[in-house]
C-alpha cells in the first residue's frame, strides 16, 4: 500500500541546515508529485515545496532563497533541505503525496523539527 | 497568491447537529478546492477533493458544496470524534495554499 515516512533529526541548531528524507513505498517517483507541507506549533499549515513526477521543483517563494528539494528515484527518497534555520522553523514537516484531482491523498506521520541551542 | 478566508475560526457544536464549515477564494479556483482533517499528533487527512468529492473511506455524513467561490464542508449529523481542525486547500494556481483552519469542537 501506499506509504511515506520522514526521518530526519529532532534538533537542530540555530543558523544550521535541515536535511529531511521522505521515503516513499507503494508507488513511483516518476509518476506521483510529492510535496512538503509543515506546521509550527500552534499555527496552521504552510505549503513548502514540491518535486514533480518529472523531477521538476517549485517553491514557496517565501522560502525559496533557503530551501531545496531533490530525490532518488532508485531509493525511491524525496530529500528536503533548508539552511539558515531560525527558531521559527520549529514545527513538524510532512512530506504528502499529490493526486491527478490536485489533492494530497496520502501523507507521512510528520516528523518534529525543533530549533535551539 | 490566492488567500482563503476560513469561517468560523472556531465553533462548537452539540452531537447530531449539523456544521457547516466556509472557505472563502481571493480568486477564481473552479473547483480545485480540497478540505482536511487535522487531529493533534496525526498527519492531515483528506475529507473532500475537488470541492465535492467524498475522499476514501471518509463517511457519508461529510460533503462539500461550491457557490461562486465560496466552498462549504457539511457534517450532516456531528460524530464525537468529528472534532479536530479542519483546513481548506487551493490547488488551482500556484503556490498551493492553505486556509488558517477552523477548530470545531463538541458543546
Known amino acids: 500500500q501506499v506509504q511515506l515516512k520522514e526521518s530526519g533529526p529532532g534538533l537542530v541548531q540555530p543558523s544550521q541546515t535541515l536535511s529531511l528524507t521522505c521515503t516513499v513505498s507503494?508507488?513511483?517517483?516518476?509518476?506521483?508529485?510529492v510535496h512538503w507541507v509543515r506546521q509550527p506549533p500552534g499555527k496552521g499549515l504552510e505549503w513548502m515545496g514540491r518535486?514533480?513526477?518529472?523531477?521538476?521543483?517549485s517553491y514557496n517563494s517565501a522560502l525559496k532563497s533557503r530551501l531545496s528539494i531533490s530525490r532518488d528515484t532508485s531509493k525511491n527518497q524525496v530529500f528536503l533541505k533548508m539552511n539558515s534555520l531560525q527558531t521559527d522553523d520549529t514545527g513538524t514537516y510532512y512530506c504528502t503525496r499529490e493526486t491527478i484531482a490536485a489533492h494530497f491523498d496520502y501523507w507521512g506521520q510528520g516528523v518534529m523539527v525543533t530549533v535551539s541551542s | 497568491d490566492i488567500q482563503l478566508t476560513q469561517s468560523p475560526s472556531s465553533m462548537s457544536a452539540s452531537l447530531g447537529d449539523r456544521v457547516s464549515l466556509t472557505c472563502q477564494s481571493s480568486q477564481g479556483i473552479g473547483n480545485y478546492l480540497s478540505w482536511y482533517q487535522h487531529k493533534p499528533g496525526k498527519p492531515p487527512k483528506p475529507m473532500i477533493y475537488?470541492?465535492?468529492n467524498l475522499a476514501d473511506g471518509v463517511p457519508s455524513r461529510f460533503s462539500g458544496s461550491r457557490s461562486g467561490s465560496d466552498y462549504s464542508l457539511t457534517i450532516s449529523s456531528l460524530e464525537s470524534e468529528d472534532t479536530a481542525i479542519y483546513y481548506c486547500l487551493q490547488y488551482d494556481e500556484y503556490p498551493p495554499t492553505f486556509g488558517a483552519g477552523t477548530k470545531l469542537e463538541l458543546k
Open positions: 475537488y470541492a465535492t
Open positions: 507503494g508507488f513511483s517517483l516518476t509518476s506521483y508529485n
Open positions: 518535486m514533480r513526477y518529472n523531477g521538476d521543483t
